[in-house]
């Protein structure tokens, strides 16, 4: 908090509260995206995910993240699906 919001702890509880309100959207568009073999649409979700979940005082759920997000840029076309999303859905889904 301190590092990014100044020590102000009202504006990083209220940022904390906005993001943890936005994870059913990215909940969703990350279901989507994997309905989908959407590996773009995955990363994408992946990728902003990372820095607000660090933001937010959650470094492994940041780092789950920017694994999945490393995944899908890695993918290639005919390979499975980046695996992980399960595992960062829940996490984010448990923070709600």
Known sequence: MQQHFGGDRLLFESFRAGCLERFADDIAQGQAALAAA???GL???AHGLKAVLELIGQPAL???ARTLEDAAAAWAPGAPLPEGWPALAAGLAALR
Do not use: N, P
């Open 38 to 40: 959407d590996v773009a």
């Open 43 to 45: 990363r994408r979700v």
């Open 62 to 64: 940041s780092a789950q």
